[in-house]
Structure formats: structure tokens, C-alpha cells
């Protein structure tokens, strides 16, 4: 097996964005490489970058000193638990899955226990187009060594945290209450006032409340990142839900964030063309299901 400096577990859009251009020798594991629909596709992935495939994650956590789990959120601790079975002593595991803080110190705590080295890593916007400029922020004891691995694979936009594994992925989490909510509403309003046909009416005087903001142009960016990563939204806020109650602040909001999410995610639109045409395939999918 060809030698790598660096590992990924889990190598979906963000882990595609990272590997992009990436110089130094990099490996990947992922679970759609097993037999089956999706096999071909990841391994064209693996091709089309330059990836070292291996076949376990066994394999791939335990070869190399840098572990890049970039999972779905359902997965983190599964993945985690997974890795801890064959990481190297002294291997750095940063964790750049969008979860709750518990989950998050739960991961830690496997890792730890099998003589690795957690990072605490919450990626802060979207990995496209930025890819490795992406703003990261890092917390836990070995933050300032994941900070410097990272740098060397390529990474430019990291910040160190004080405290311990969850300050970073707090912040994200607690972060998106906000940037995914007002997804949510944004979606909302529009098809509202649309259905309604006062979508000028609406919109108007929502830009009139908020000089220099273009609220249209907002609900169709808004729509298209539902529609395409409404499934994967809805899980992470499921996470934001368990922040927010282990918090003790109440997570109602929210609730309806993931609620809304997921509806415009299991739609299965692609998120093409313009905000009419969202609109429309959105309003007719509803009404189809309706019927």
C-alpha cells in the first residue's frame, strides 16, 4: 500500500473539497466503497483525485498519524468508535463532523482512551468554493497540533479555541440555530407569499426594512441549499437540538428548522435554474403529494 501523510474517513463533498490539489500523498476511506450502487462513483472520486483507497476504516485510521472524519452526522461517534480499534498511538484524530458538543466529547473520549490525539474541528462556512481557505476553529488539549498538521496539509484559516473538545463545535453549533433557521424562514415566507401572490408585496417591504439587503436573492441561494442538502441540514440540526436542550435554553425553534429542512430535502429537486422555477417544483411536489 502506498504511503499517505494524511487520511480521510468519510470522503463526501466536504473531504472532496479538501482533497482538491491537495500535494501531499492522501488515502480515503468510505463506506460507499462497499459492493453495491454506489461502489463505482466513490471510486471514480478516489481516481479523480489522487486518493489511496483503502477498503476498512481499520485499515486507513491505522496507517498514517493524520485523520481527517468527515462523516454524516449520524455517524460521528460510529466512526469514531470504529477508529479508536486501530489508531495509532499519538495519531492525530480531528473531528470535522457538525455535532453536538456531548457527541463531539463522547468521540474524544473513545479516542483518547486508544492513545490517540482528539481535535475538537468546526468547519465555519461552506467548503465550495473555498475548499482548504474554508475558516476553521479548533478546541481540546491537542488543538494546537492538530492546528499546525493542518496547516502543513494545506489548510489556511484556522483558530484555536480556549477550552476543552466542544468549544469549536458549540460555536458552530449554536452558530446555525441562526444561518439554518433563516434558511428555513426565508423558504417559508417566499412560498407563502407566492401561494399568496403578494411575493412583491412581502419582499419589498422586507428590503425596505433591511437596506441594502435583496431578500429574493437570499430566498433563492436559500432554497437552492435546502433543496440539495436539506436531508443532510436536517441532521445536523438535529445535533443543534441536543446543544441547545443540553444547554438548558429550549431548542423550539430549532425544531421547526429541522422539521422544514428535511421536508424540502426529501423533496429530491436538484435546486436548478431560477427562483420561479424552485418555487414552482417545490409547489408542485406538494401538491402532487397532496393529490
Known amino acids: 500500500m502506498e504511503r499517505t501523510d494524511l487520511n480521510f474517513i468519510g ?6 473539497a479538501f482533497a482538491e490539489g491537495m500535494t501531499i500523498p492522501f488515502g480515503a476511506y468510505d463506506r460507499k466503497t462497499a ?10 472520486d478516489y481516481r ?17 498519524d493524520l485523520i481527517l472524519s468527515l462523516v454524516t452526522a449520524d455517524q460521528a461517534l460510529p466512526a469514531a468508535r470504529e477508529s479508536a480499534s486501530e489508531i495509532q498511538t499519538g495519531a492525530l484524530y480531528c ?8 457527541t463531539k466529547r463522547a ?5 483518547e482512551a486508544a492513545g490517540g490525539r482528539y481535535v475538537d474541528v468546526a468547519v465555519m462556512a461552506p467548503v465550495h468554493p473555498a475548499r482548504r481557505d474554508v475558516p476553521l476553529l479548533l478546541s481540546g488539549t491537542h488543538a494546537e497540533a492538530g492546528a499546525a498538521a493542518l496547516r502543513a496539509a494545506g489548510f489556511t484559516r484556522l483558530r484555536v479555541l480556549p477550552g476543552g473538545v466542544g468549544a469549536a463545535s458549540a460555536t458552530k453549533m449554536i452558530r446555525s440555530v ?34 441594502g439587503t435583496d431578500w429574493l ?13 436539506g436531508i443532510r441540514r436536517a441532521e445536523e440540526m438535529e445535533e443543534v437540538v441536543k446543544t441547545l436542550d443540553g444547554l438548558g435554553t429550549g431548542s423550539a425553534m430549532t ?23 424552485k418555487i414552482a417544483a417545490i409547489l408542485q411536489e406538494r401538491r402532487d403529494e397532496a393529490a
Open 178 to 211: 441562526m444561518v439554518k433557521g433563516l434558511e428555513a424562514l426565508t423558504a417559508e415566507c417566499v412560498l407563502a407569499a407566492t401561494q399568496a401572490g403578494l411575493r412583491d408585496e412581502v419582499f419589498g417591504a422586507l428590503n425596505a426594512s433591511w437596506p
Open 48 to 64: 479523480r483525485l489522487g486518493a489511496v483507497p483503502f477498503s476498512d476504516n481499520a485499515d486507513a485510521v491505522g496507517s498514517v
Open 11 to 16: 470522503f463526501g463533498e466536504a473531504a472532496l
Open 217 to 229: 436573492e437570499k430566498a433563492d441561494y436559500n432554497l437552492e441549499r435546502m433543496m440539495v442538502h
Open 255 to 277: 425544531r421547526g428548522t429541522v422539521e422544514r429542512q428535511r421536508a424540502i430535502g426529501l423533496l429530491g429537486l436538484t435546486g436548478e435554474g431560477s427562483l420561479d422555477a
Open 107 to 111: 468521540a474524544a473520549g473513545l479516542i
Open 95 to 102: 473531528d470535522m463532523n457538525s455535532v453536538a458538543p456531548d
Open 35 to 44: 459492493p453495491g450502487a454506489t461502489r463505482g462513483a466513490k471510486l471514480a
